[in-house]
């Protein structure tokens, strides 16, 4: 995770928890909660414009090169998930989210992570300098600051 | 399901039940089949060469139009499922398979189904005769024929 | 599909297509339609208090013994689907649902398809006669009568 | 990960790609990977006879509480991965597996990750010593131990 002082953008989503999503112990199987990273990281990139469609017609794929989950509550059948997503400014050449989910029906917090994101060509080369058009879109965001 | 004498392609694979399948019933969600399904059509197309990328690059992507599932009993984790599939012979520009999926600790029938695949080319277009390269791999083939 | 006058309760929900639901092609894997037909299914269940777990107390579970799926156009990554769910009424001790999915993006019928689930005690024993909370159940409905 | 001298099992499998697991890049969607770990770490468990239903019936559940994945090759559908998996010894009362994932077509070191179990009991409370039977089931083992 990231220290000090943070600078992000902020989405907060809900999401129903499938039938087919839970393990037989009746609670979301722990590999599913990529499933719902994703979801927020896609309205996050909705809400701001961030469209990855766009992005790889702009020449570039962002592929997930880490993720990770910390899980502290189990969510069961008939809950849903509320997916609280945080894209956190970075000066690398990579896109980071950050991850709270909290079980709706007893608003714990369920689980927390993080992707970490890079810049490829479509001839898969790795990117190191932060891309132009990301630049600019990072310039346009009203960032939000955490008093430390 | 095919009616009268049959002529069919063979293939009888087993595949390991992952913990992420069974549901809260501790048994396979029902719409997991459609995956077991999907492992016996590959083993069969590869053990008769009958190549999915191979028919992309000769033009033709072969969509699932149609796929149904029959249950009749449920399989729990810690058990193994057997696919039995069979492509069966037809004169219309499809393919069609037939499963058959067991119980490996019971011995069982768990569930039986079909697919059927039609013919598109690359620009989406719907093919009403049997491509070429299929009439061709279709004759090499050993065809078993059911005594009825 | 069921034949003559239906009678039917309906319910219809949108749901996003998640970019890990979509295959090679970019369009939505044949086999995660059986996911939208149970958000319809459970949709539906919601909308008129028909709920799973409320079953399973009532010591019933409702097992789908059949399922299939008719597919006529392709979804793509970045469009949802409209999944338009009738729970359709029979004499027999079933539980049947008709659905219609529908590409959000274009409006065209995507697919269409049906589950048939049966009630069975908690110790696996079929039940042949509809439970009497389930007659109760239906004959509080207001249904929708098809004109034929 | 784990520094310094390093006791473990080791396990080693190879696991087919399916057509639903990959996405729109033809590649494997970094989700699945969680359960190519799995099927790893049951492997590992069926090798050394640590069976999870058999530590249910102990009375104890071993949840996930922290996985990751750190992704450095993409693996394309047709390939398949070979999933080398330790279990890490630790003095703690947890369970680590540390796991590097191969894609067999090339060779290349696709991902590494990392879980982390817990034990708690079937009322949910967490134990912080190592149960009497796992305790007895780590003295049995021929640990392989790194040279440094």
């Known amino acids: 995770m990231i220290r000090g002082k943070r600078r992000y953008l902020l989405n907060e989503i809900e999401v129903a928890v499938r039938f087919s999503e839970v393990d037989a112990m009746n609670v979301v199987w722990h590999g599913n909660y990529l499933k719902y990273f994703e979801d927020g990281r896609e309205a996050l990139g909705a809400e701001y414009q961030l469209d990855y469609l766009d992005i790889a017609h702009k020449g570039f794929f962002v592929p997930i090169v880490h993720s990770e ?22 000066p690398a050449a990579k896109i980071i989210h950050e991850y709270e989910i909290y079980d709706v029906n007893s608003g714990k ?10 810049f490829v ?3 898969k080369e790795l ?13 346009q965001q009203n960032w939000i600051e955490d008093e430390e």
């Open 69 to 90: 989950i910390d899980h502290s509550y189990p969510i069961q059948y008939g809950s849903k998930v509320k997916v609280i997503s945080r894209l956190v400014d970075t």
């Open 109 to 118: 917090l369920a689980a927390k992570g993080q992707t970490i994101q890079v």
């Open 121 to 123: 060509t479509h001839e």
């Open 127 to 139: 990117i190191l300098t932060i891309p132009e058009f990301y630049a600019e879109w990072k310039a």
